[in-house]
C-alpha cells in the first residue's frame, strides 16, 4: 500500500515553496516531461512571475532551491530550473527504494486507501433480455470492469450493478411475437433448445414486419402496458425471458473473466418504486400534462427539451425508472459517487436525467457521472440487433481463441495447457483492443486490430510478462521473495536500467490517474511502454550471464518487479498474466 505517489509529493513540495515565497498562490501543475528533462516538470514560476511581476527564470531558480531544501527524504538527486520551468530528477536512493517496495508489497504495489471511507457505484454491461450479447457490449463490460477494480485498489467501497435491460417496449414486442409465433404454429420446445438466439430471431422478425407495418408496434405496447398491470400470463412469459438471459448473462461474465456483479438490479426492480417518484416530481410541481395525455418535465428553458416521464397510453419510460435508480442507491448506499459506464448515445438522456434530479432537489450534477463511451461500430455501419447487424460475442471470443491456438503451436506447440493459454490469449486480445482507446472516441470493429497479437496490444503485454518467468524459470526461481536477499546501494546504472527504474516508479501514478478521470488507456499507455523499457533493457543487459554477482542479483530484481507491476496493471485491466506462452 502506498500513501504518496512520488509525484504527488513532488507537487507538494512545490505548493509549499510556492506558499512560501506567495502566501495564498493557486496551486500550480505538475507534469512528466520528454525524459531528457527529468522525471517532473512544473510550471510554478510561471505562474508566480505574473502576481509578483518578476522575471519568471530568476523565480525559477529560486523556486529550485527551496524545493531542493525541503525534500527531506533525499526523493531527487537534481531540481533545476529551465526557461522559467522547474525540473526534478529521481535520486537513484529513491528508485531503488521503489524497487524494493514492489519486491515487498508484491500484488499490493500500486494500491492506496485513498478513497477509504467512499462508495463509489459503478453500473456496466447493461445486456438486454432475450438478446445475445454482441461485439457491441464489449465498451461497457471491459470499461466498466477495469474502472470497478482500479476503484477498488484505490480504497473506495466500489459496487457493481448491472441495470439490465429488463423492462421497456420491446418486451412487449417480444411478447407480441411469441405469442403470434404459438399461433402460428410453432413449439414452445423449440425455443427451449436455444432459448436466447430463437427469442432473438423472434424479435428481430417482427421489428422488420413493424418497418412496414406500424400498427403492429402498438400490439406490442399494449402487450406491454398489459406487463406492467400484471397480466399473469405476461408475467410469467417474461420470467422465463429473464431466468433465461440471467443464466446466459453469468456464462459471458465468467468468459470474459469480469468480477462477479454485487447486484443485478434491472429495470423491472423499480416498478414498484416509480409511483413513489412520480408523486414526489408532481407534488415538487415539475410533472406538466402534454397534449396528448403524456407527463414530462419542461427542460426547454435549459436546452434540453422535455423529459417524458410517462406515455400517453400510462406507460413508463427509462427515465421514470433511473428517477427510482438513483434515488435507490443514495438511500441504499449512500454513494460518494455514482457512475453510468453508457455510450455516448444516450449523452442526451443523463444530461436530461441529472437535470430533473437537481430541480427536484438531489444533488446528481456533482455526485453522478455519465462515463460516457465511443461507439462501436462495423465497418459497413452502426451495430442494430434490430435489424440484425451484429457480430455475437460468442462469435468474436471463439474466433479469437482458434487464432490464438494456431500462433501457439506454431511458436511453442511444445507448452502444457495450449487450450487453456488461447482462452486467456485471447481474451486479452479483445480486451486489451477497446481498453487501449481513449473511452471517448469512436471504434470501428474490424476482426485483425481486433485480435493483432503483434505491438501495443494485451498478448504483448503477456507475452512480456511470460518472457521475464523464462528468465526466472533459467535460474530457478519460482517468486519474487527469493530474490530479496540484499539490497543494493551503489551501481552506476546503464541508461536502460534507469529507463525501467523511472518506469516502475509511474506505476501508482497511472492507476491514480483512471481512478481520477476514468480513462484505462493511461493505464494500457503505461504498460506498452514499460514492456518496451525492459525488452530493450533485456535485448542490451545481460541478466543470467552478467559475471558480476551483484549486478546480476539486481538485474533478476529488477526484472521482477517488472513482472509484478505487469501482473498487478493487467489484473486492473481483467487480463490474465500467463507465466509461460
Given at each position: 500500500?502506498?500513501?504518496?505517489?512520488?509525484?504527488?509529493?513532488?507537487?507538494?513540495?512545490?505548493?509549499?515553496?510556492?506558499?512560501?515565497?506567495?502566501?495564498?498562490?493557486?496551486?500550480?501543475?505538475?507534469?512528466?516531461?520528454?525524459?531528457?528533462?527529468?522525471?517532473?516538470?512544473?510550471?510554478?514560476?510561471?505562474?508566480?512571475?505574473?502576481?509578483?511581476?518578476?522575471?519568471?527564470?530568476?523565480?525559477?531558480?529560486?523556486?529550485?532551491?527551496?524545493?531542493?531544501?525541503?525534500?527531506?527524504?533525499?526523493?531527487?538527486?537534481?531540481?533545476?530550473?529551465?526557461?522559467?520551468?522547474?525540473?526534478?530528477?529521481?535520486?537513484?536512493?529513491?528508485?531503488?527504494?521503489?524497487?524494493?517496495?514492489?519486491?515487498?508489497?508484491?500484488?499490493?504495489?500500486?494500491?492506496?486507501?485513498?478513497?477509504?471511507?467512499?462508495?463509489?457505484?459503478?453500473?456496466?454491461?447493461?445486456?438486454?433480455?432475450?438478446?445475445?450479447?454482441?461485439?457491441?457490449?464489449?465498451?461497457?463490460?471491459?470499461?466498466?470492469?477495469?474502472?470497478?477494480?482500479?476503484?477498488?485498489?484505490?480504497?473506495?467501497?466500489?459496487?457493481?450493478?448491472?441495470?439490465?435491460?429488463?423492462?421497456?417496449?420491446?418486451?412487449?414486442?417480444?411478447?407480441?411475437?411469441?405469442?403470434?409465433?404459438?399461433?402460428?404454429?410453432?413449439?414452445?420446445?423449440?425455443?427451449?433448445?436455444?432459448?436466447?438466439?430463437?427469442?432473438?430471431?423472434?424479435?428481430?422478425?417482427?421489428?422488420?414486419?413493424?418497418?412496414?407495418?406500424?400498427?403492429?408496434?402498438?400490439?406490442?405496447?399494449?402487450?406491454?402496458?398489459?406487463?406492467?398491470?400484471?397480466?399473469?400470463?405476461?408475467?410469467?412469459?417474461?420470467?422465463?425471458?429473464?431466468?433465461?438471459?440471467?443464466?446466459?448473462?453469468?456464462?459471458?461474465?465468467?468468459?470474459?473473466?469480469?468480477?462477479?456483479?454485487?447486484?443485478?438490479?434491472?429495470?423491472?426492480?423499480?416498478?414498484?418504486?416509480?409511483?413513489?417518484?412520480?408523486?414526489?416530481?408532481?407534488?415538487?410541481?415539475?410533472?406538466?400534462?402534454?397534449?396528448?395525455?403524456?407527463?414530462?418535465?419542461?427542460?426547454?428553458?435549459?436546452?434540453?427539451?422535455?423529459?417524458?416521464?410517462?406515455?400517453?397510453?400510462?406507460?413508463?419510460?427509462?427515465?421514470?425508472?433511473?428517477?427510482?435508480?438513483?434515488?435507490?442507491?443514495?438511500?441504499?448506499?449512500?454513494?460518494?459517487?455514482?457512475?453510468?459506464?453508457?455510450?455516448?448515445?444516450?449523452?442526451?438522456?443523463?444530461?436530461?436525467?441529472?437535470?430533473?434530479?437537481?430541480?427536484?432537489?438531489?444533488?446528481?450534477?456533482?455526485?453522478?457521472?455519465?462515463?460516457?463511451?465511443?461507439?462501436?461500430?462495423?465497418?459497413?455501419?452502426?451495430?442494430?440487433?434490430?435489424?440484425?447487424?451484429?457480430?455475437?460475442?460468442?462469435?468474436?471470443?471463439?474466433?479469437?481463441?482458434?487464432?490464438?491456438?494456431?500462433?501457439?503451436?506454431?511458436?511453442?506447440?511444445?507448452?502444457?495447457?495450449?487450450?487453456?493459454?488461447?482462452?486467456?490469449?485471447?481474451?486479452?486480445?479483445?480486451?486489451?483492443?477497446?481498453?487501449?482507446?481513449?473511452?471517448?472516441?469512436?471504434?470501428?470493429?474490424?476482426?485483425?486490430?481486433?485480435?493483432?497479437?503483434?505491438?501495443?496490444?494485451?498478448?504483448?503485454?503477456?507475452?512480456?510478462?511470460?518472457?521475464?518467468?523464462?528468465?526466472?524459470?533459467?535460474?530457478?526461481?519460482?517468486?519474487?521473495?527469493?530474490?530479496?536477499?540484499?539490497?543494493?546501494?551503489?551501481?552506476?546504472f546503464k541508461a536502460e536500467e534507469l529507463l525501467v527504474l523511472r518506469k516502475l516508479v509511474q506505476y501508482p501514478e497511472a492507476v491514480s490517474q483512471v481512478a481520477e478521470d476514468y480513462l484505462p488507456n493511461a493505464l494500457c499507455n503505461y504498460l506498452f511502454e514499460l514492456s518496451q523499457a525492459f525488452n530493450s533493457f533485456y535485448q542490451e543487459m545481460p541478466v543470467l550471464q552478467e559475471p558480476d554477482e551483484?549486478?546480476?542479483?539486481?538485474?533478476?530484481?529488477?526484472?521482477?518487479a517488472t513482472a509484478q507491476v505487469i501482473q498487478n496493471g493487467l489484473y486492473l485491466l481483467g487480463i490474465e498474466a500467463p507465466e509461460e506462452m
Open positions: 500500500m502506498q500513501s504518496e505517489t512520488i509525484k504527488n509529493y513532488f507537487a507538494n513540495l512545490v505548493q509549499q515553496a510556492v506558499l512560501e515565497m506567495a502566501p495564498g498562490a493557486a496551486a500550480a501543475s505538475v507534469t512528466v516531461p520528454e525524459a531528457a528533462f527529468g522525471d517532473y516538470a512544473t510550471n510554478a514560476a510561471m505562474l508566480l512571475a505574473k502576481q509578483l511581476k518578476k522575471n519568471p527564470k530568476d523565480l525559477a531558480v529560486e523556486l529550485a532551491e527551496k524545493i531542493k531544501a525541503l525534500d527531506s527524504k533525499g526523493a531527487f538527486s537534481e531540481v533545476v530550473a529551465a526557461s522559467g520551468f522547474v525540473n526534478a530528477k529521481i535520486s537513484q536512493q529513491r528508485l531503488l527504494a521503489n524497487l524494493y517496495e514492489i519486491l515487498e508489497h508484491g500484488d499490493l504495489y500500486g494500491c492506496s486507501m485513498a478513497g477509504q471511507g467512499r462508495t463509489v457505484v459503478v453500473e456496466y454491461f447493461q445486456n438486454n433480455v432475450a438478446k445475445p450479447p454482441h461485439v457491441g457490449h464489449l465498451r461497457s463490460a471491459v470499461i466498466g470492469d477495469c474502472l470497478l477494480r482500479v476503484l477498488k485498489s484505490q480504497g473506495y467501497k466500489a459496487v457493481s450493478d448491472t441495470h439490465i435491460g429488463d423492462w421497456g417496449v420491446q418486451f412487449g414486442i417480444l411478447l407480441f411475437a411469441y405469442k403470434e409465433y404459438l399461433k402460428a404454429g410453432g413449439k414452445k420446445e423449440q425455443i427451449e433448445k436455444d432459448p436466447i438466439n430463437e427469442l432473438n430471431k423472434l424479435y428481430v422478425e417482427m421489428s422488420s414486419k413493424i418497418e412496414a407495418d406500424e400498427t403492429l408496434r402498438e400490439k406490442g405496447k399494449e402487450e406491454f402496458v398489459k406487463l406492467e398491470k400484471g397480466d399473469a400470463e405476461n408475467r410469467q412469459l417474461w420470467q422465463w425471458f429473464v431466468n433465461e438471459s440471467l443464466e446466459d448473462f453469468e456464462r459471458y461474465r465468467k468468459w470474459l473473466k469480469l468480477l462477479p456483479f454485487d447486484h443485478n438490479l434491472g429495470e423491472s426492480f423499480y416498478e414498484d418504486k416509480m409511483p413513489a417518484v412520480m408523486q414526489e416530481l408532481r407534488a415538487k410541481g415539475l410533472a406538466v400534462r402534454g397534449e396528448t395525455g403524456e407527463e414530462y418535465v419542461d427542460l426547454e428553458s435549459y436546452g434540453l427539451g422535455r423529459c417524458i416521464i410517462v406515455k400517453s397510453d400510462g406507460g413508463t419510460t427509462y427515465h421514470t425508472r433511473d428517477f427510482a435508480c438513483y434515488i435507490y442507491r443514495r438511500k441504499e448506499f449512500n454513494f460518494y459517487k455514482n457512475l453510468y459506464v453508457v455510450d455516448n448515445r444516450q449523452s442526451h438522456h443523463f444530461r436530461q436525467l441529472f437535470k430533473v434530479l437537481e430541480l427536484a432537489g438531489y444533488p446528481a450534477g456533482a455526485d453522478s457521472r455519465h462515463v460516457d463511451l465511443g461507439f462501436m461500430s462495423l465497418p459497413e455501419g452502426a451495430i442494430s440487433t434490430r435489424k440484425g447487424t451484429t457480430i455475437s460475442l460468442k462469435n468474436l471470443l471463439e474466433e479469437a481463441q482458434a487464432r490464438a491456438l494456431r500462433i501457439i503451436e506454431e511458436k511453442n506447440p511444445q507448452l502444457q495447457s495450449k487450450d487453456a493459454v488461447a482462452a486467456q490469449v485471447a481474451v486479452a486480445a479483445i480486451k486489451y483492443f477497446d481498453l487501449s482507446h481513449n473511452r471517448k472516441t469512436e471504434i470501428v470493429f474490424a476482426w485483425d486490430k481486433a485480435l493483432s497479437f503483434e505491438g501495443n496490444t494485451g498478448p504483448y503485454l503477456q507475452y512480456t510478462h511470460a518472457r521475464i518467468y523464462g528468465i526466472l524459470r533459467k535460474f530457478q526461481i519460482s517468486n519474487s521473495k527469493s530474490q530479496i536477499n540484499s539490497k543494493i546501494q551503489n551501481i552506476n551483484q549486478l546480476k542479483s539486481f538485474r533478476l530484481q529488477l526484472i521482477t
